[in-house]
């Protein structure tokens, strides 16, 4: 969806190294969420804000970080990026104002960490 | 707890014959429920969505399911498969009203001509 999007869109780092993936939208969306996808486990929820005082962390958010600079931008950080957070990382918006539940997802950042 | 499980990893079909790919849910509440695809190297697009309205929901491209509660499933068909369905599909699920997204693993659709 060409409202959200991801930079960079692939990355490759090295251990210990600290990284941004920064994800801005123009969907006006209060809602906004980071997960990782890895092979045969599907998307797992890492961090999510409903609006830029609120950050909440999602199920796997050891190692990572987040910053709602406002409400078009979310950004993660790996503060000492390790091998094991090799993965596709996407970032996603929703409007629950209409009463469903929709998210609306970037394109992805795929990060190798070596 | 809620869990979505979808029961094939990967699922092959020909072009032109039909598509269903499964998925069971659990949950102590009706939830809403979503099948998401994604092509390779791509985000992922919402191919239809159900919040208790119609128990059978039509989505883009010809897909549609329905959703079940005595069965707890809410598989994914289409009559008749294209190449370009060839993708991986996951079933989501959340709490009616509530927040989070809670994904299956995925079924990748190989389509054969």
């Known amino acids: 969806d060409a409202d959200v999007t991801q930079t960079p869109r692939n990355r490759i780092t090295k251990t210990g190294k600290r990284i941004m993936l920064e994800c801005s939208q123009t969907?006006?969306?209060?809602?906004m969420y980071w997960y990782r996808q890895d092979p045969g486990l599907g998307l797992r929820l890492i961090y999510y804000s409903f609006d830029v005082k609120d950050i909440n962390k999602g199920e796997i958010s050891d190692g990572y970080s987040v910053s709602r600079q406002a409400q078009a931008k979310f950004s993660l950080s790996l503060e000492s990026a390790i091998p094991n957070q090799t993965a596709l990382y996407f970032c996603a918006t929703s409007d629950p104002s209409r009463g469903q539940e929709t998210q609306y997802f970037g394109p992805g950042t795929r990060l190798l960490v070596l | 707890a809620q869990s979505v499980t979808q029961l094939d990893s990967h699922v092959s079909v020909s072009e032109g014959t039909p598509v269903l790919l499964r998925c069971n849910y659990s949950?102590?509440?009706?939830?809403?429920l979503f099948w998401y695809v994604q092509h390779p190297n791509k985000g992922l697009q919402l191919l239809l969505k159900?919040?208790?309205?119609?128990?059978l929901v039509k989505g883009i491209n010809g897909f549609e399911a329905e959703f079940k509660k005595s069965e707890t499933s809410f598989h994914l068909t289409k009559p008749s498969a294209h190449m370009s369905d060839a993708a991986e599909y996951f079933c989501?699920?959340?709490?009616?009203?509530?927040?989070?997204?809670?994904f299956g693993a995925g079924t990748i659709l190989r389509v054969k001509s």
């Open positions: 949950s102590s509440y009706s939830p809403s």
């Open positions: 969907k006006g969306h209060d809602r």
């Open positions: 989501v699920a959340t709490p009616k009203y509530g927040n989070k997204l809670v």
């Open positions: 159900y919040t208790s309205a119609a128990t």
